[in-house]
């Protein structure tokens, strides 16, 4: 029986339901809890924000004169969460988007999308945008596409948006490698990742990709990331077992379950091959190492986030082995020098707490040198840059820690928190840097407030987990709030902000509200329709 379990220390671990009625029955649980991946990258223009949310002459964020585009996919059943994960090419032209819970039986590119017979195997939809216009590109499934497989948990797009990652955490094989026995069902939840590649407008498969220990539960593909060529892959594995630390070590031993582990991957031509296991340095049963992850632009920096990690350190390098903060979570850094990996910061809170989550999301800028973590469920009631963090008064509102590299030295820049903080917000759910480092977008899809658009009013708190996203912005050293940004058509458990992408130049944004339900298809359809629950939407902002 596929189930939700939460334990006192409020562990969550979800399988999809067997129905579409019994998963939405739990989506208030999944809301707060379910840490989705950030594996991309958002820039904001520092034109101006609304701080203060009273909609004044700088509520616009450089949004002004600016065209929003409504993206529903070719299909919108009920349930299919279209825009559970995002990813976008630099120049913001290819956009990526998972539907984690899409159930057609289709596989491989633009399959016929009436045949519902595979619950929650999952699809991936490819838009491209020529000047003003967007188009759905193609349709993407798996080549042995499965019941609730959830093909399309986690999507990273290159550079130029021709390489196309994408995960499927629920996938069963018990192949291992590259292009290994897909039909091979025998390893439940093991997970597997694709990799399609583009030439001209037509997508084709490259590759098939499982771990070189696959397992059961190991969840292989919870989150991808890829380096600007496209060349180097890094796949979170949340729940692998093995007892290993450090890179390379023993992966037979399954004797620390849940503990998590990465894998990187290359490319030489289009041969894929493993070049990295990684491992934290203090592996720990429970602790989900490769929860989020990140790489820099060249893919030399991987930042790896442990939502689970219990100790009570403080910082960058602290004591490893104190294990009395239950889930406050942990972020490990690693550089690759040739095809050597090796453990650079192992990196607290700097007021760790139990069950913050912080690492629930991680991003890097282009040259690796800033690092942005989010702590969903962190617990402070503070506002703003720099606020008090003992206050733990409101629970799981969020918050995000920014950290800057010096040669090989990390140290905590700012501790950010939401303009209108409020319990239960978590910001930091997702989080993204632009290139340069300098702005920093932070989703928040358990916030409540009823406003739509820009720098609306953040004190009405009608719309439960209607969802929103904060931009922020870096002068030298000091962070201060843009804009509040809102769904155009704002409603009660959309979940807006659940995921973000964004191109290198910052002029267009993407938000993902996964529980949106209106049922309209294609661009620009009728928002107000709400038929299709949790069918999914994008924003586009350009």
């Not at 290994?180 to 025998?186: I, L, M, P």
């Not at 939840?189 to 098939?208: D, E, H, I, K, L």
């Not at 292989?220 to 890094?234: I, K, M, P, Q, R």
């Not at 991957?265 to 049963?285: C, D, E, I, M, P």
Request: aromatic residues 8%.
């Amino acid at each position: 029986m596929n189930s939700i379990s939460l334990s006192s220390a409020f562990r969550f671990e979800y399988v999809p339901p067997e129905s579409t009625r019994t998963r939405r029955a739990f989506q208030v649980v999944i809301a707060l809890l379910a840490l989705v991946p950030a594996c991309g990258r958002l820039h904001f223009d520092p034109l101006g924000g609304d701080v203060a949310g009273d909609g004044g002459p700088e509520a616009d964020g450089g949004f002004v004169g600016r065209s929003e585009t409504y993206l529903k996919p070719s299909n919108a059943p009920i349930g299919q969460e279209f825009g559970w994960s995002l990813a976008m090419s630099e120049d913001g032209s290819t956009l990526a988007v998972g539907a984690w819970t899409e159930s057609s039986a289709a596989t491989g590119i633009n399959g016929n999308q009436a045949d519902v017979s595979e619950l929650g195997s999952g699809a991936v939809f490819v838009f491209t945008r020529v000047g003003a216009t967007w188009t759905q590109q193609a349709y993407v499934k798996a080549s042995n596409t499965g019941t609730y497989d959830q093909f399309g948990t986690s999507v990273a797009l290159s550079a130029d948006g021709s390489t196309l990652a994408v995960g499927a955490f629920a996938e069963a094989s018990a192949a291992t490698g590259i292009n290994g026995n897909q039909a091979d069902n025998s390893a439940s939840q093991s997970g597997a990742v694709y990799v399609f590649t583009r030439a001209g407008a037509t997508w084709n498969q490259q590759a098939y990709v499982k771990a070189s220990n696959t397992n059961v539960s190991d969840r292989f593909g919870w989150c991808v990331a890829l380096s600007s060529d496209g060349n180097t892959l890094a796949v979170g594995a949340s729940l692998e077992a093995s007892a290993a630390t450090g890179v390379g070590g023993n992966q037979a031993d399954n004797s620390a379950v849940s503990a998590g582990a990465v894998y990187v991957l290359t490319r030489a031509g289009t041969a894929w091959t493993q070049q990295a296991y990684v491992k934290a340095s203090n592996t720990n049963a429970n602790d989900q190492f490769g929860k989020n992850l990140a790489l820099s632009s060249d893919g030399n920096t991987l930042a790896v986030g442990a939502t689970h990690e219990s100790s009570a350190a403080i910082g960058v390098n602290g004591n490893q082995s104190d294990n009395s903060l239950v889930e406050s979570g942990a972020v490990y850094v690693f550089t690759r020098a040739g095809t050597t990996w090796s453990q650079q910061a192992y990196v607290k809170a700097s007021n760790p707490g139990s069950i913050d989550s912080f690492g629930a999301s991680v991003a890097v800028s282009s040259d690796g040198n800033t690092l942005a973590i989010g702590a969903a469920l962190e617990s402070s009631a503070a506002t703003g840059i720099g606020g008090n963090q003992a206050d733990n008064s409101a629970v799981s509102a969020g918050a995000v820690y920014v950290l800057t590299r010096a040669g090989t030295t990390w140290t905590q820049q700012a501790y950010i928190k939401a303009s209108n903080t409020d319990a239960s917000d978590a910001l930091g759910w997702n989080i993204a840097i632009s290139a340069d480092g300098n702005s920093l977008a932070a989703g928040a899809p358990g916030e409540a407030s009823a406003t739509t658009g820009i720098g609306g009013d953040q004190a009405d708190n009608s719309k439960i987990r209607s969802g929103a996203a904060y931009m922020f912005h870096r002068a030298g050293t000091s962070w201060t709030q843009l804009a509040y940004v809102k769904a155009s058509n704002t409603d009660a458990s959309d979940q807006f902000g659940l995921a973000v992408a964004l191109s290198g130049d910052g002029k267009t944004l993407a938000a993902g509200a996964d529980a949106e339900a209106s049922a309209a298809t294609g661009i620009g359809g009728d928002q107000t329709d709400n038929s299709a629950t949790g069918a999914g939407a994008v924003y586009i902002i350009e």
